[in-house]
């Protein structure tokens, strides 16, 4: 517990404030953070965090504000700057170089000079005494997406932090893995170490944390010691408002229903020797049902993705059939024609052209399906009748927005979702693929979204989710098969699903053994 | 200390998206004028002569058009490579071989007459800068070659295959011996529009239809969105259905005949045979007007009389003053690199930064914080 939390004030922020052109990201930010505590940062996808803990590691510069280190003002004025106060991070995002071993992205970061088996000597021994066990000779490409995040963290360890920083640590692991790190941060928090734990995921908060700090619209909205909240009490804080719960009827007489989306025996060689072979997946998408696809990131699931999406072909034209026909041979387009349509993972370069107007977007993925309707004769775009469609999904999905048809880039992460979603939803598919269908988007948004799905599927169509929040697709699924390495496990109906089940396949327990294992649970 | 400092804007400046063209010719004179002081010529007789003297005239409206038709024939092609982000920098290659292959008509079958000659030799042109065009599309959709570098090193093997020929087999033999094939016949010369007024030709009026066609195509067909998608983010284009590869093929081709067609009607109306030379650099200057006119095919019009006035001001102040024509290309150099500056401004805003706010700046070396 919070037994070396002693009180005194390791790093205090009064005032802090980033402004972006018109918007401003943080705004008169207060943070303290004691010694030897585990704090938590609290709020959703564009409430600030990033922008705050950026300015707190020196690669953004406040407009105003002050930061004191120990009782001292300080000016963090570069990342280097704040590993010398004693601030190390660990990103969301990994910074490191697939084709190296470990030792060796360890050394590039430390930038000393010391050799690279001196090195390599004491993060192997810096791994084991944190339980984080890691072979410092290993090549990153080879290494899980759990592994890797070990190199950061011992990484920034070796420059032994006062502060350390954590952005979203458990969105790449299974919940076991989850586990371990927190084994490793109260241990960590032992030793009188500073953690600030930025999350949205309110049950590990309630778990690990002594205090939390919540961000709303770039304004602290309040102090609590998140033990004595209840979950709904931080989503509120976080929100501002209650989140509708998604309603889920029950999905009925689906064994009858004919499979809409059937993979068969899908294999794909990875493209570069980084990516994840896909052996042998096998799933069958019935009308009017949700099947959710759990597991970590990186393990095939982008592949997966464009392999079903027709954004890569595939040899053998059997190995993926919409509403009972091959479709393996035909482009995205011949796809969409039969029915299809798809949500990539990636809004802003993927799903959506970011310089171009939503209605623009609109004619993106519909310039085909919807040919008769937006193209004319001699291929001329019928513009007042791709803007009349885009207005009606705005509508339909309540985005909003600044201008009539403004650039999808200006548009913030979850309303530019809700579009790319309400395109496709517009045509009324037969069969949806969705990749992280709520990635980044704020609460009120997300529910917004699964109920969508979820009535897609029962008003008869084929719905494929594709997740890393597993709260997400216990919510919507109807079953949830796991993602490991370029394999897919069979569905678990839902009923039968835990989250220990789920996390065990995610984790790599073989397919066999992980039937075993739930036959007996 | 005061520092500049560019900060972001959250959308792009459609004031500056049309404006910066404007600041960098402006941009463009001033140093332009500073050049002119250095050579020792008093920079505003010096700016008469280049920009006003050259167009006082009727006729000389009609030479401007004459420099203006293949700089906008060829741009607007290029317009369309480059907002698909496909850089085809070989157009004079392209303008030299829809040049030669165009010739072929003229040069042997001169006995070929009638109303048939002109349409075909401007088709053959249009398919002569089209074929060549395909070699470094062909190139980077097979082996992933920059078609930057391909396309570019195609000009010199161009302009050295015209050199050959007009030296060697199709040299005119009652020509003296001079480099250069028999004249044109009559029916494949391209006719002048006004022939009471000046030697402007219909490679004018070819110019204003492409680019009228192309700003249809760009802004108003599925085909032009295909290119812009592709062009922006190829990502997106791949998940629209659209393929990079075949885009590669139509930018370069569509571009390739366009700069072909202007090849042809320049040896057919302009000089009326086949020389080394039948260019003065058009296909690069082209690649100036296409970004001076914003990609934009209407803008790359007024872009192109722009600086077909900067060939013709070359020329005014060599003879007037004797400084060299090379100062042309010192004007299309600077506008360029001014135009590019200035295109910053549609993205960013300057920001003029005094003195940081004071608190922070008040605070301890890092040194005595630790």
Redesign the interface.
């Known amino acids: 517990m919070s037994a070396n939390h002693d009180g005194t004030t390791l790093l205090e922020v009064r005032g802090l404030t980033k402004i ?4 401003t990201a943080c705004d008169h930010v207060d943070l303290n953070i004691a010694k030897g505590e585990i704090h938590a940062l609290l709020g959703e996808n564009g409430a600030g965090k990033s922008t705050l803990v950026k300015m707190l590691f020196g690669s953004l510069e ?3 504000g ?1 930061i004191f ?2 009782g ?4 963090i004025t570069s990342p280097g ?1 704040a590993k ?2 004693g601030i190390g991070m660990v990103f969301q995002h990994f910074s490191l170089f697939e084709a190296l071993t470990a030792a060796e992205n360890i050394a590039l970061s430390l930038d000393d000079g010391s050799p690279i088996s001196s090195i390599a000597a004491k993060a192997r021994a810096l791994s084991y005494s944190y339980g984080l066990p890691l072979d410092p000779e290993s090549l990153v490409g080879d290494l899980s997406v759990g592994e890797r995040q070990r190199i950061e963290i011992i990484r920034c360890l070796l420059q032994t932090p006062q502060l350390i920083i954590l952005d979203e640590p458990t969105s790449v692991l299974t919940p076991q893995e989850a586990d371990k790190l927190f084994e490793t941060l109260e241990r960590l928090r032992s030793e009188g170490k500073s953690i600030l734990y930025i999350s949205h995921r309110l049950e590990e908060v309630k778990r690990i944390c002594d205090r939390a700090t919540v961000l709303r619209h770039g304004k602290v909205v309040g102090h609590c010691n998140p033990r004595q909240e209840t979950a709904s009490s931080l989503a509120r804080m976080m929100v501002g408002n209650e989140v509708k719960a998604v309603v889920r009827a029950p999905a009925e007489g689906i064994e009858t229903a004919p499979a809409l989306l059937d993979i068969r025996a899908l294999t794909r060689k990875p493209a570069t020797p980084f990516s994840i072979p896909l052996k042998n997946i096998n799933l069958r998408v019935r009308a009017g049902e949700v099947i959710g696809i759990a597991g970590v990131a990186g393990n095939g699931q982008g592949e997966f993705f464009e392999s079903v ?1 027709g ?1 890569v072909l595939q040899q053998d034209a059997g190995s993926v059939r919409i509403r009972g026909k091959d479709a393996g041979g035909l ?3 011949g796809r ?1 024609l039969m029915g299809a349509a ?1 949500v ?1 993972e ?1 809004r ?9 107007k939503l209605s ?1 977007n609109l ?3 519909r ?2 399906t919807d040919g008769k309707a937006f ?1 004319g004769s ?4 019928k ?1 007042s009748a791709v803007y009349s469609a885009a207005q009606r999904i705005i509508e339909a999905m309540d985005v909003r927005k600044s201008a009539p048809d403004p ?1 999808a880039a ?1 548009l913030s992460g979850g309303n530019l979702q809700k579009f790319i979603v309400g395109r496709e939803l517009d045509r009324r598919p037969s069969v949806m693929v969705v990749n992280q269908p709520t990635w980044g988007v704020d609460a009120g948004a997300a529910a917004h979204i699964r109920q969508a799905l979820i009535e897609l599927a029962r008003s008869g169509s084929a719905v494929l989710v594709i997740s890393q929040d597993l709260d997400e697709l216990f919510e919507i699924s109807d079953a949830i098969a796991v993602m490991h390495n370029g394999e897919l496990s069979k569905p678990l109906p839902i009923a039968e699903a835990t989250f220990e089940k789920i996390g065990l396949l995610m984790g790599g327990a073989e397919p066999g053994h992980a039937e075993h294992t739930l036959e007996t649970a | 200390m005061m520092r500049l400092e560019l ?6 400046s459609m004031l500056f998206s049309a404006l910066s063209p404007f600041i960098a010719f402006g941009l463009t004179i001033v140093a332009g004028a500073i050049m002119f002081a250095l050579l020792g010529v008093n920079p505003l007789s010096a700016f008469r002569i280049y920009f006003i003297e050259p167009i006082s005239q009727v006729w000389q409206l009609h030479e401007l058009a004459i420099k203006a038709a293949p700089l906008i024939l060829i741009a607007v092609g290029l317009s369309v490579c480059f907002k698909a982000n496909i850089w085809n920098i070989g157009a004079e290659g392209q303008f030299i071989l829809g040049a030669i292959v165009g010739s072929i008509i003229p040069v042997f079958f001169p006995q070929f007459e009638g109303p048939l000659v002109l349409p075909l030799m401007l088709l053959f042109g249009m398919v002569g800068g089209a074929a060549y065009a395909a070699i470094p599309a062909l190139l980077k959709t097979r082996f992933g070659t920059n078609e930057i570098l391909t396309s570019l090193m195609l000009v010199y093997v161009a302009q050295l295959f015209l050199d050959w020929l007009v030296r060697g087999p199709w040299r005119d033999p009652q020509g003296h011996g001079f480099p250069q094939t028999i004249q044109f016949n009559d029916s494949a010369i391209l006719p002048e529009l006004m022939p009471d007024a000046g030697r402007a030709n219909w490679g004018f009026v070819f110019a204003l239809v492409a680019a009228v066609a192309i700003w249809i195509l760009m802004s ?4 032009g ?1 295909e290119v ?2 592709l062009g ?2 190829p ?7 659209f393929g990079l590869n075949r885009m590669v093929f139509f930018a370069f081709l569509l571009s390739g005949a366009l700069a072909g067609l202007a090849g042809i009607s320049e040896v057919s109306g302009a000089i009326g045979q086949l020389q080394p030379v039948i260019s003065p650099g058009y296909g690069f200057t082209a690649i100036i007007v296409a970004f001076l006119g914003r990609l934009n095919p209407l803008g790359i019009v007024a872009a192109g009389l722009v600086l077909a006035l900067t060939y013709l001001g070359g020329e005014a102040v060599q003879s007037a003053l004797g400084i060299s024509d090379k100062v042309a290309r010192v004007f299309q150099g600077m506008l360029l690199f001014f135009v590019l500056g200035c295109d910053t401004l549609i993205h960013y805003r300057i920001r003029l930064i005094g003195l940081a ?1 004071p ?6 070396k ?1 040194k ?3």
């Open positions: 972006f052109g018109t918007l406040p407009n105003s002050e280190w120990n001292q003002a300080v000016r700057a010398k106060l999406s954004e482009t995205i387009t969409r798809f990539p990636e802003l370069g993927h799903g959506a052209a970011p310089r171009m623009e004619l993106l993925s310039h085909a193209v001699g291929g001329m775009v513009s650039e200006a | 900060v972001k804007r959250p959308q792009r108003r067909m599925l085909k969105f812009r998608v922006s983010s990502r997106a284009g791949r998940f629209a259905g706010a608190k922070l700046e008040a605070a301890p890092l005595e914080a630790r």
